[in-house]
């Protein structure tokens, strides 16, 4: 299905885009700009589910190198990803789009529990759906929370919004004769360990046919060019 006719996408954001220009946190002006996006695309009629990473905040990774204990930091990266969850939430709603978190860890005072049904609900709505907290267990990214999510509200992409504009042969950074895809597939992703998505990511949208966008979404206006089917971007099917 060509990206013009999707009706509901989830929209994955890793979290180093809500920095904006800075090193570290969150860049409240430019997660406005990037609700803007999402505003856009809404208006258009789409049905949209968001998760966002948490690197700009925590990653549990980065603990564990530093001697902490893995499945704690990665509680500790799943909270970061709550509070991108929530200043996404701010941004949105100053724009008056309805939206509601939900999150695989529970935490009622801030938002829901993730429950499917009502998240369906939420969409038929018109409301954007933001899951936070991955899929709520340590060991794993927000990059697989996105798959997950993706698989079990049936839809029709998963978009990739990062700081590259795409897929590419070797680390374009340390190669300048570096190849972009317009398009591969998820079995030359996992053979060639391509920079796209954790394995268990990919695994997961592929055993479940759902196609994975990859764009650039520091560049304004690219999350409107890229569903319309235009832009650079790279497309694993
Ligand atoms: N995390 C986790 N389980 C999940 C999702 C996230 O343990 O299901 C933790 C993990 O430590 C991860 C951090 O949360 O490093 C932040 O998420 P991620 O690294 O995916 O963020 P991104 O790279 O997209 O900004």
Known sequence: MPLSSAKRVLLKLS?????????????PAFVM??????????????????????????????GAAQGMDRAQADYMGMLATVMNALAMQNALEQLGVETRVQSAVQMDQVCEPVIRRRAERHLEKGRVVIFAAGVGAPYFTTDSGAALRAAEMRCDALLKGTSVDGVYDSDPKTNPGAQRFDTVTYDRVLADNLKVMDASAVALCRDNDIPIVVFSIREKGNLARVLAGEGVQTIVK
Do not use: P, S, T, Y
Request: aromatic content about 4%; charged content about 25%; proline content about 0%.
């Open 15 to 27: 979290g180093e885009v809500l920095m904006g220009e800075q090193d570290f946190g969150i860049d």
């Open 33 to 62: 700009e990037l609700a803007q996006e999402v505003k856009a695309a809404k208006d258009n009629g789409l049905e949209i589910c968001l998760v966002i990473g948490g690197g700009n905040i925590f990653r549990g990774m980065a």
